[in-house]
């Protein structure tokens, strides 16, 4: 049974209590699907789309219904620099087809103009903790294995973006303190056990 047409390249999705879904589309366009009807919701930030980034994952805040938090990752140049982009986690609020409250949570650093592994899946836990992912940015020999950089991790923060003081490395010098674990490729997918 089709439920939706005319996607792309649809990336994440969201099902709100009102049965509607949310789609992100890779290019950078998140659609609003309800009773058949496709709208485009308004508000984005600039996303930086080339290559495997762009608009990536999606997912409700466990308390949406109180809150109407909903959480995007995408591949940004929050910078306006030369050197290309890299994973962001925002969130914000749904309002008649538009983004507001937007509030960027982490953005990963460098930006590097590499097109690949900016990885990033999201995924709130029991606790109301939310882990996303963050690709090795094709430096796999490099990323992944030093907690100081980004890339190539598991992260936890709070769900307004704090990070939590026992996280493994809050307190160790020079650490990424978000990072939960370590040692990864570009996981593009994770799920609750």
């Known amino acids: 049974e089709t439920v939706v047409e005319g996607l792309e390249i649809p990336w994440g999705m969201a099902f709100l209590p009102d049965n509607s879904i949310l ?3 890779k290019k950078g366009e998140l659609i609003h699907v309800k009773n058949g009807e496709k709208k485009k919701v308004e508000g984005l930030p600039e996303i930086y789309a080339y290559g495997q980034g762009g608009l990536l994952d999606i997912e409700l805040d466990p308390d949406y219904v109180k809150n109407g938090w909903i959480y995007l990752s995408f591949s940004s140049n929050l910078e306006k620099d030369e050197k290309g982009g890299n994973t962001t986690i925002m969130r914000a609020k749904l309002s008649n087809d538009k983004l507001v409250n937007s509030e960027i949570l982490y953005k990963a ?3 590097t103009k590499s097109g690949a592994h900016f990885g990033s899946r999201l995924e709130f836990d029991r606790n109301g903790f939310l882990y996303f992912s963050i690709g090795d940015r094709l430096k796999r020999d490099e990323n992944p294995q030093d907690i100081s950089r980004d890339g190539g991790k598991i992260y936890r923060i709070n769900a307004d973006g704090s990070i939590p003081i026992d996280n493994p490395f809050y307190n160790e010098k020079g650490a990424k303190q978000a990072i939960y ?6 996981p593009q997918g994770m799920a609750l056990n």
Not at 181 to 186: F, I, K, L, M
Request: charged fraction near 15%.
């Open 23 to 25: 789609i992100t589309e």
């Open 181 to 186: 674990s370590y040692g990864h490729r570009n």
């Open 109 to 111: 650093t460098p930006n």
